[in-house]
């Protein structure tokens, strides 16, 4: 039994609920789901060109944070609720919010893990609707709710695979530069994997001694150069420690994505135009992407599904919803219309033949 909602962290416009999950050899696990429902507005919005005839299927967007991360992202809610979307994020297991005394920050040995976590998500969030929209069935029924899964970085590579793995059950992908490929080259990923799988298996919590940098907290946090609060318990300064079973877990997912997945619905990247990977400060890491090679992120997302919309923006941060406002204006502006123009309702979409690989196609 999920607890009641609550008013969440970010205030009274956000909602919180406790997903009570199977427990693992570290206790109870929980995940998190947050709701944006504005004291001024409708908790569910109309979409545009809907009157109160009108009986659509309501639509969802519900947002996946990244490794050592969680959910903040008040702009970006409010944004999509305006655009007619109701607005929903997840803090996973073990992460900001679901995160419990005892527990190893960020820590899974496999990204499937993560299945638990997004289907009570996705069953709550539909229940949600369905008591704050209009009278409907306890458990609506699929297809009443057209969702789109927008994931960030490591959330990204799990959102991709989890797609991958369950056609039909979104309408759509949105990826905030997602984590698809390791960096370096896919010789340096079977050499590491092939190690890590080794470590992993006697001690999958043995902490991996990587160099602990501080660049992308420096480039958001208000407490440096950035302009966001961020709550340093949940997104530490130098990130979650790296553990050899969580490494071994995202290798195995880079090698599912370079083997090919398919995705049976439209996917928009939104990523920046360049990046800055080095061991020492520089100013353009306020400007681009500190934490992972865009370019090779950019060639593996151009093949995960029949179509691809690759957006670089230049001067975006590595989560491109916390660069500066005009960059993410233009992050949101894009979204927004991406959302319009290439998100069809699950029940048209279940209607089409399904895509060959020879019919892919992406645009940039």
């Known amino acids: 039994m999920d607890d009641p909602w609550v008013e969440d962290i970010l205030g009274e416009d956000f909602r919180a609920l406790t997903l009570h999950l199977g427990p693992d050899d570290e206790g109870p696990r929980v995940a998190t789901l947050v709701a944006y429902e504005p004291l001024d507005g409708p908790a569910i919005p109309p979409a545009p060109g809907t009157g109160p005839q009108d009986d659509p299927p309501a639509r969802a967007v519900l947002y996946l944070h990244g490794f050592s991360d969680y959910f903040f992202h008040r702009e970006l809610a409010t944004a999509l609720h305006q655009r007619g979307w109701a607005f929903f994020a997840v803090d996973l297991h073990k992460y900001g919010r679901s995160l419990r005394p005892g527990q190893t920050p960020g820590f899974a040995t496999s990204l499937d893990e993560y299945d638990a976590d997004l289907e009570a998500a996705i069953a709550a969030l539909g229940r949600r609707i369905a008591g704050r929209a209009r009278p409907v069935p306890e458990d609506p029924a699929p297809g009443s709710v057209d969702l789109v899964l927008m994931a960030h970085s490591t959330g990204g590579l799990t959102a991709a695979l989890w797609a991958a793995r369950h056609p039909g059950r979104v309408a759509g992908l949105v990826l905030n530069s997602p984590w698809l490929e390791t960096q370096g080259s896919a010789l340096l990923r079977s050499a590491a994997q092939g190690i890590l799988d080794t470590v992993s298996r006697r001690r999958p919590k043995a902490r991996l001694r990587l160099p602990e940098l501080g660049f992308y907290f420096r480039s958001i946090s208000d ?142």
């Open 223 to 364: 407490t440096r150069d950035g302009e966001w609060p961020i709550d340093a318990a949940w997104r530490p300064e130098a990130g979650f420690p790296i553990r050899a079973g969580w490494l071994a877990a995202v290798l195995a997912g880079h090698a599912a994505v370079a083997r090919g997945i398919a995705i049976d619905v439209p996917v928009l990247v939104l990523c920046s135009t360049a990046s800055t990977l080095s061991t020492t400060w520089s100013d353009a890491m306020l400007r681009t992407d500190s934490v992972l090679d865009v370019s090779a992120m950019v060639r593996r997302a151009a093949e995960l599904s029949h179509t691809v919309t690759i957006r670089r923006l230049q001067d975006a941060l590595h989560d491109v919803f916390l660069s500066r406002s005009d960059v993410r204006e233009q992050a949101i502006e894009t979204v927004e219309w991406w959302l319009d123009a290439s998100v069809r309702p699950l029940r048209t979409a279940r209607a089409t033949p399904p895509v060959t690989g020879s019919d892919r196609r992406r645009t940039v």
